[in-house]
Nanobody
Framework: QVRLAESGGGLAQPGGSLRLSCAAL????????MGWYRQAPGKERELVAV???????TYADSVKGRFTISIDNAKNTVYLQMINLKPEETAVYYC???????????????WGPGTQVTVSS
C-alpha cells in the first residue's frame, strides 16, 4: 500500500507563509503526479497545485504568483510553498499522488488524510 504523510499545516497570519510537505511512502517506482487540493467548510474540494514527475506544474488561478509547488523524486516528496496567505484560504489541505507501484495494480491514485491550514489574526 501507499501512504501519504503530510506535514507543515498550521496557523499563519494573513500575509504570512507556510510550507506544506507530502511524502509518498511505500513500494513506489516513480511519480506520475503529486499535488495539493483544499476544501473549505461548505465548499467543494478544489485543486491548488499539481506537479508531474517531470516538473510540469498546474496552479489554481487564485494562487498563481503566490504558491510554488516542487518535487523531489528521490524522496517521492512534494512541497508547496505558500506566501501572502489570505484568510479565505483557510481549509483542509489534502495531498494527492498518482504513482507507479512495484505491485499490481501497477498505477494508483492515493489521498492523504488532510492537514488543517488556518489563516487568521
Amino acid at each position: 500500500q501507499v501512504r501519504l504523510a503530510e506535514s507543515g499545516g498550521g496557523l499563519a497570519q494573513p500575509g504570512g507563509s507556510l510550507r506544506l510537505s507530502c511524502a509518498a511512502l511505500g513500494h513506489i517506482i516513480s511519480i506520475n503526479e503529486m499535488g495539493w487540493y483544499r476544501q473549505a467548510p461548505g465548499k467543494e474540494r478544489e485543486l491548488v497545485a499539481v506537479i508531474s514527475g517531470g516538473g510540469a506544474t498546474t496552479y489554481a488561478d487564485s494562487v498563481k504568483g503566490r504558491f510554488t509547488i516542487s518535487i523531489d523524486n528521490a524522496k517521492n516528496t512534494v512541497y508547496l510553498q505558500m506566501i501572502n496567505l489570505k484568510p479565505e484560504e483557510t481549509a483542509v489541505y489534502y495531498c494527492n499522488a498518482d504513482v507507479v507501484r512495484t505491485i499490481l495494480p501497477r498505477e494508483g491514485v492515493f489521498w492523504g488524510p488532510g492537514t488543517q491550514v488556518t489563516v487568521s489574526s
